[in-house]
């Protein structure tokens, strides 16, 4: 079992920055990858980033290519999603999620391929 808790969200004006934490409950370094996705207000769950277990392959969303980094730190447990350049289109719940190591890449927008999920963090943008 792997507990998530996500830290850092709030409000910004749009062309702001905001840095996620997602902090573990145990060191998923080399055992879980773990990702982000979002759900706004009427819409379903989106991936947004995901790392590797070993923090040398990502992957991001068309939407938030070259604006948000995602990166894990193994001594603190804790995986980053640092967001810039804003817009009210990212404004949303934003969730952290761990699962097994897997060769496939191309199913890591399936919710269900991830085990383990936080409770989220809100992030609102103002235009």
């Known amino acids: 079992q792997v507990y998530l808790t996500e830290s850092g969200g709030g409000s910004v004006q749009a062309g702001g920055s905001l840095r996620l934490s997602c902090k573990t409950s145990?060191?998923?370094?080399?055992?879980?990858?773990v990702a982000w996705f979002r759900q706004a207000p009427g819409k379903q769950r989106e991936g947004v980033a995901a790392?590797?277990?070993?923090?040398?392959?990502?992957v991001y969303s068309d939407s938030v290519k070259g604006r948000f980094t995602i990166s894990r730190n193994s001594a603190e447990n804790t995986i980053y999603l640092q967001m810039n350049a804003l817009n009210p289109d990212d404004a949303a719940v934003y969730y952290c999620?761990?699962?097994?190591?897997?060769?496939?890449?191309?199913?890591?927008?399936?919710?269900?391929?991830?085990?383990?999920w936080g409770q989220g963090t809100q992030v609102t943008v103002s235009s």
């Open positions: 999620a761990a699962g097994r190591p897997t060769w496939d890449w191309s199913v890591w927008v399936n919710e269900a391929t991830w085990a383990y």
């Open positions: 145990t060191n998923t370094y080399g055992a879980y990858r």
């Open positions: 790392i590797n277990s070993r923090a040398f392959y990502t």
